[in-house]
């Protein structure tokens, strides 16, 4: 079947910029994770949803970053006023439930010039 | 604090020279440990999953073990195609806390030679 799809795969965007990333999980599953990657590191955590909200946003950098998931499937992170220092890899993850084994898509690569 | 280290950071081997990565972890309750495998330019791909110490889960020439510290991930007679950065994850039984988020190492960036 599917598995977890990322658009858009890169993404280059000028300092103070908004952008918008879109996680679209597999089917079925309930739960919906955001992580960031930065060159040479492991993922780091960001937002957790079951269902339609953010059951935990603890990993949200600072209130440039938000996401949401309004029908319970497809996610968007978005963020505002872009700094250089948000260039990163941007991993979506899905599972059946909060405790499940998480599935990744390929991520979106964002570049801030 | 939860953390996860992995060792060594980089590992060069020859084709079928078998080795071991290891992973030690922190954690408050160990729910589950994760082991991913992730390809340059790609997501991290799902490996296994541990939940007890003890526990030993194998597929194709690798297998993962599980001790109340540490995890090991043994590489039997690898193969160039084996090259790739493994991942490893803790994710905290403490259901006080995060609703299942991963902690990641920052991997082992494994390069098999012909």
């Known amino acids: 079947g599917a598995g977890v799809s990322q658009t858009p795969s890169n993404k280059v965007t000028e300092k103070g910029k908004y952008v918008e990333l879109r996680c679209d999980p597999i089917s079925g599953h309930t739960a919906l994770y955001w992580y960031r990657q930065s060159l040479g590191q492991g993922p780091e955590f960001l937002i957790y949803?079951?269902?339609?909200?953010?059951?935990?946003d603890s990993g949200l950098p600072n209130d440039r970053f938000f996401a949401v998931r309004p029908e319970g499937s497809v996610s968007t992170l978005k963020i505002q006023r872009t700094e250089r220092g948000d260039s990163a890899v941007y991993l979506c993850?899905?599972?059946?439930?909060?405790?499940?084994?998480?599935?990744f898509g390929p991520g979106t690569r964002l570049l801030v010039l | 604090e939860d953390q996860v280290t992995q060792s060594p950071e980089a590992l060069r081997l020859q084709e079928g020279e078998s080795s071991s990565l290891n992973c030690s972890y922190t954690?408050?309750?160990?729910?589950?440990l994760f082991w991913y495998r992730q390809d340059p330019g790609k997501g991290p791909e799902f490996l296994f999953t541990l939940y007890s110490a003890g526990e030993e889960k194998e597929k194709e020439r690798l297998k993962a073990t599980l001790t109340k510290k540490e995890s090991f991930l043994h590489i039997t007679a690898p193969k160039p195609e084996d090259s790739a950065t493994y991942l490893c994850?803790?994710?905290?039984?403490?259901?006080?806390?995060?609703?299942?988020?991963?902690?990641f190492g920052k991997g082992t960036k494994l390069s098999v030679k012909p």
């Open positions: 949803f079951q269902g339609t909200g953010a059951a935990d």
């Open positions: 954690v408050s309750g160990l729910r589950g």
């Open positions: 993850a899905s599972s059946f439930g909060p405790r499940e084994t998480q599935y």
């Open positions: 994850a803790v994710q905290d039984g403490d259901y006080g806390g995060s609703q299942g988020n991963l902690i």
